[in-house]
T-cell receptor
Framework: RKEVEQDPGPFNVPEGATVAFNCTYSNSASQSFFWYRQDCRKEPKLLMSVYSSGNEDGRFTAQLNRASQYISLLIRDSKLSDSATYLCVVNRDNYGQNFVFGPGTRLSVLP | GAVVSQHPSWVICKSGTSVKIECRSL??????MFWYRQFPKQSLMLMATSNEGSKATYEQGVEKDKFLINHASLTLSTLTVTSAHPEDSSFYICSANHPRMREAEWNEQFFGPGTRLTVL
């Protein structure tokens, strides 16, 4: 089993739709969690950190359930520019030294 | 956010040659940098952790004699792919830890733009 797993995708949604991505991790000692987005042939860019209490940044909401080892990302009112691959990232330790990337879920927002 | 650069952005070389990729933190000092590799339609896989002034730590299955890492200063790490072969063709990305203080963001990694290596 992979350490970080994500919805296989791809997700093709119309503009304005709400879409949710799921991620699970197997290492219960994991300390911090992130969502990154990666555009084709580009480097990953941090979208948001995921806090235990859940957090929201504009149209994006991230949730963490440590008991279930589950992370989610919700995108509301999707825009064409949201089309990208979304990477769930788990940090194994507290020092930022040990990132494990999920395989990514590709999103295409269609006009 | 913090800026990490990589050079070159792409390189094509013949099989058997060595290729050096540079990773620089432009506006902060990074005692630790990371080298990742990404094959098409796959996620990033950590290859090694580069520590300034000491030996790099390699992930299991990554040959340290083939992928030479040097982190001679607080702003520069280099990855040399020695005797490159077609199977080494990949997207190589470096990242650096930015020392922030906010909870859960203090260990954020900033990524360079990547280097696309094609070995013929």
């Amino acid at each position: 089993r992979k350490e970080v797993e994500q919805d296989p995708g791809p997700f093709n949604v119309p503009e304005g739709a709400t879409v949710a991505f799921n991620c699970t991790y197997s290492n219960s000692a994991s300390q911090s969690f992130f969502w990154y987005r990666q555009d084709c042939r580009k480097e990953p860019k941090l979208l948001m950190s995921v806090y235990s209490s859940g957090n929201e940044d504009g149209r994006f909401t991230a949730q963490l359930n440590r008991a279930s080892q589950y992370i989610s990302l919700l995108i509301r009112d999707s825009k064409l520019s949201d089309s990208a691959t979304y990477l769930c990232v788990v940090n194994r330790d507290n020092y930022g030294q040990n990132f494990v990337f999920g395989p990514g879920t590709r999103l295409s927002v269609l006009p | 956010g913090a800026v990490v650069s990589q050079h070159p952005s792409w390189v094509i070389c013949k099989s058997g040659t060595s290729v050096k990729i540079e990773c620089r933190s432009l506006d902060f000092q990074a005692t630790t940098m990371f080298w990742y590799r990404q094959f098409p339609k796959q996620s990033l896989m950590l290859m090694a952790t580069s520590n300034e002034g000491s030996k790099a730590t390699y992930e299991q299955g990554v040959e340290k004699d083939k992928f030479l890492i040097n982190h001679a200063s607080l702003t520069l790490s280099t990855l040399t792919v020695t005797s490159a072969h077609p199977e080494d063709s990949s997207f190589y990305i470096c990242s650096a830890n930015h020392p922030r203080m906010r909870e859960a963001e203090w260990n954020e990694q900033f990524f360079g733009p990547g280097t696309r290596l094609t070995v013929l």
